[in-house]
């Protein structure tokens, strides 16, 4: 890993599983710039190359018998792997040291972390319902608000289900307090919606 690439990771969000819609989506860009073949790798899974043994039982295929092919794809899953333990704490960590490959470790953190479908299906619910009845208060600030829109617009973009910007636009227009109706009036006008 190059220095560039090594202060990346620096910056990067620790894994401790509560802020796993964050990390996620700067995971998937991070091994993405790092190397798109090894985010390949987490799609669509890598298998130890095999070889048959004396009995004809198939065997893992000794790293120094690998074709260079094969070593450059087993890279490419050690990278993935690499950036993902980079990331993560102690605790999520222990969850996931024995997984040998990178599709296995991000398809194990993401049930983990969001669950089944039928739990991501209950968590887009809760967000749904958390959006609609979100209303900005008379004493909150615009940067308090929109910080708890986006974090809400966040959850659901990681959940595969993203809020369109326009509903996101009608929302903050629809619910700011009274303070701001003169301000809601000229955008309107300006931009003609």
């Not at 958390?130 to 004493?139: A, P, Q, S, V, Y």
Request: proline share 3%; hydrophobic share 40%.
């Amino acid at each position: 890993m190059d220095l560039a690439t090594t202060k990346s990771f620096l910056k990067h969000p620790v894994l401790d599983g509560a802020n796993y819609a964050i990390w996620k989506t700067r995971m998937h860009i991070t091994i993405k710039a790092m190397d798109e073949r090894a985010w390949q790798s987490i799609l669509t899974g890598w298998t130890p190359p095999k070889i048959q043994d004396f009995d004809g039982d198939y065997i893992a295929k000794p790293k120094t018998s690998r074709t260079t092919e094969e070593a450059q794809i087993s890279s490419f899953n050690a990278k993935a792997l690499n950036a993902i333990f980079s990331t993560v704490d102690m605790r999520m960590f222990g969850l996931i040291a024995d997984c040998v490959t990178a599709k296995d470790v991000w398809d194990f953190l993401q049930e983990h972390c969001e669950g089944t479908e039928s739990v991501k299906r209950t968590r887009m619910r809760l967000l749904n319902t958390r959006f609609e009845n979100l209303k900005m208060e008379e004493d909150e600030t615009i940067a308090t608000y929109d910080q708890c829109l986006r974090e809400i617009a966040t959850e659901t973009f990681t959940l595969g289900e993203p809020i369109e910007n326009e509903r996101l636009v009608n929302k903050v227009l629809l619910y700011l307090p009274e303070r701001f109706n003169g301000k809601i009036w000229a955008l309107e006008e300006v931009k003609d919606t």
